[in-house]
């Protein structure tokens, strides 16, 4: 066995020359395939291999984060965490994830299904392209692997096994408690923000309600093991055509609460809403885009509800809520009132976690395209005040607010100066 060694586009080559997984795909001949990095991400590795026989990605984990250096060392083991992820994704909701073609643990190296024509969502909202089934499909993904993957649906000892496996994910858990949930609150050391909104962080940083709120929902993200979760679901997880959508990256998987993904969703939506007007030179109708963007916010929530209520009426086998209880007593009722309190959990969970998700994009260590590619540092200004506006509001507030709320106060909020 090989111990462990990051691949350059040679050594890859070699590395899988013999893997019969790749060579059906591209054939035997390893000299004329085309070997590319292409990486852009914040942690690993990312190759296209293509022949005229065919093509595939192989993602590998470096055993430090990227984006930062060495000085930031990573577990390898983050790629075992991303491969059972993406099988249970692909059983609970067919078709939605990259196929996988081979795994080596030894190199945590996962080969794949090759997306194309794909691009990264992140980069069709920046450029501002209309994908008429994203809402569809990811409201569908979520209530599908969140449901699925939880004791409302999993045979107990089964439930329990994959907690007990995604627990070990504790440096990635690591990640998102301290980068998400704490560092935007404080002067931490790797924040960086645009030069500027010092009074409006200031006033965030010594928001009383604001700093109780953040450390709920890490409270609430630490214990409420509640399904496994995709862990780092925004839009540079999805990739997309105009017909399809395909949700990658799951190495942040863990046990966790149910409103975790749907939150970081939103946020991811919402800051690409707010960031359309640091676009406004770039072609295209950025007011109806705008909209649009909104539609999919409310429009995913609510394919999540139908989707998740379907579910729950028709495939609830796991030990909670049996239906024994509820139904066959002649009660369906209270199976009925039982899902709309669990429903009402996700949404409170899932505004608090959008909240501050959108707060860490503006003031922590990871931003996002939708916002760094605003050339101009006024309208960027402009753009993550709003941000940090809403994140504010939604997460103190996360009790009260309703979709439509949301959406109305998101618009308000665009309109102010
Ligand atoms: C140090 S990793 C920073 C961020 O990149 C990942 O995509 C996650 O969002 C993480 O928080
Ligand atoms: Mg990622």
């Known amino acids: 066995m090989i111990a462990y060694t990051p691949c350059t586009t040679e050594s890859l080559r070699a590395r899988l020359a013999n893997v019969p997984a790749v060579t059906e795909r591209l054939g035997t001949d390893s000299s004329v395939w085309d070997v590319r ?76 299904r090759y997306l194309s024509p794909h691009v990264i969502l992140r980069k069709s909202i920046v450029t501002g392209v209309q994908h ?23 045979p107990a000892p089964q439930a329990k096994a994959d907690l007990a496996l995604f627990s070990d994910n504790v440096a990635l858990a690591d990640i998102t408690e301290n980068l998400v949930f704490s560092d935007p609150y404080f002067d931490a050391a790797m924040n960086r923000h645009t030069p500027g909104l010092d009074p409006w962080i200031t006033k965030l940083r010594t928001d009383r309600d604001m700093k109780v709120a953040a450390q709920a929902m890490k409270h609430a993200f630490v214990s409420k093991s509640e399904t496994l979760v995709h862990g780092d679901l925004h839009s540079g997880s999805i990739m997309v055509t105009a017909e399809d959508t395909q949700v990658i990256d ?9 409103g975790f993904d749907i939150g970081m969703l939103l946020a991811n939506f919402l800051l690409g809403y707010f960031a359309q007007s640091g676009h406004e030179a770039t072609p295209g109708d950025r ?30 086998t796991g030990i909670l809520y049996q239906r024994a209880l509820f139904e066959d007593q002649g009660d ?20 608090g976690f959008c909240g501050v998700e959108m707060h860490r994009r503006v003031l922590g260590l990871a931003h996002v395209e939708d916002l760094e590619s605003i050339t101009d540092d006024s309208r960027r200004l402009i753009a993550e005040r709003r941000a940090l506006a809403l994140g504010r509001h939604v997460t103190i507030n996360r009790a009260i607010i309703t979709m439509e709320g949301l959406i109305a106060l998101a618009e308000r909020i665009e309109e102010e100066d």
Do not use: C
Not at 132 to 154: I, V
Not at 332 to 351: C, F, H, K
């Open 250 to 258: 799951p190495e942040f998987a863990i046990y966790g609460p149910f």
């Open 287 to 316: 007011a109806a885009y705008r909209s649009w963007l909104l539609s999919v916010t409310r429009d995913t929530w609510g394919v999540f509800v139908a989707e998740f209520s379907r579910l729950w009426r028709t495939e609830r």
């Open 132 to 154: 008429p089934n994203l809402a569809a499909d990811m409201g569908l993904f979520l209530a599908r692997t969140l449901f699925r993957g939880s004791n409302l649906s999993l």
């Open 37 to 112: 990095e292409v990486g852009d991400g914040n942690l690993n590795l990312v190759f296209i291999v293509q022949s005229l026989q065919g093509a595939l990605v192989v993602k590998q984990a470096l055993p430090y984060v990227r984006l930062v250096g060495d000085s930031w060392p990573l577990p390898l083991k983050r790629s075992v965490f991303e491969y059972n992820a993406l099988i249970r994704h692909a059983l609970r909701d067919p078709g939605r994830v990259p196929e996988i073609y081979h795994f080596d643990e030894v190199q945590a190296l996962v080969v794949m």
């Open 332 to 351: 369906p009722l209270a199976s009925e009132q039982a899902l709309q309190d669990v429903l009402r959990g996700i949404w409170v969970d899932a505004m």
